[in-house]
Nanobody, 124 residues
Framework: QVQLMESGGGLVQPGGSLRLSCVAS????????MGWYRQVPGKQRELVAI???????DYGDSVKGRFTVSRDNAQNTVYLQMNSLRPEDTAVYYC??????????????????WGQGTQVTVSS
């Protein structure tokens, strides 16, 4: 019922920048929060950044001061601006949304949705 489509990953040199985008589509009533997680093989998925209704944000400790999360509510889109990238930022980045949807018979529920992931590689 809801799809999250990421874009913007790729290969970048240390110290460089990338901007990720994620668009939510489907029978969306409202979006409570959207954000980004990342995962490397053999490790748990970790929070990168999240933005809740309005402008409240939260960041993982390792990205504070370097990454910025923002939303375009009208476009159901969340962005992640990543600056001063480091090799340890290399991971698959997943978009996450806490989204209220309308199902059959007008029933509305809030559920968690994930994108398919986009690879970010920081290497010289």
């Amino acid at each position: 019922q809801v799809q999250l489509m990421e874009s913007g990953g790729g290969l970048v040199q240390p110290g460089g920048s990338l901007r990720l985008s994620c668009v939510a589509s489907g029978r969306i009533v409202s979006i409570d929060a959207m954000g980004w997680y990342r995962q490397v093989p053999g490790k748990q998925r970790e929070l990168v950044a999240i933005i809740v209704t309005g402008v409240n944000t939260d960041y993982g400790d390792s990205v504070k001061g370097r990454f910025t999360v923002s939303r375009d509510n009208a476009q159901n889109t969340v962005y992640l601006q990543m600056n001063s990238l480091r090799p340890e930022d290399t991971a698959v980045y997943y978009c996450n949304g806490q989204i209220k949807v309308e199902r059959e018979h007008g029933v509305r529920v809030t559920a968690t949705y994930w994108g398919q992931g986009t690879q970010v590689t920081v290497s010289s």
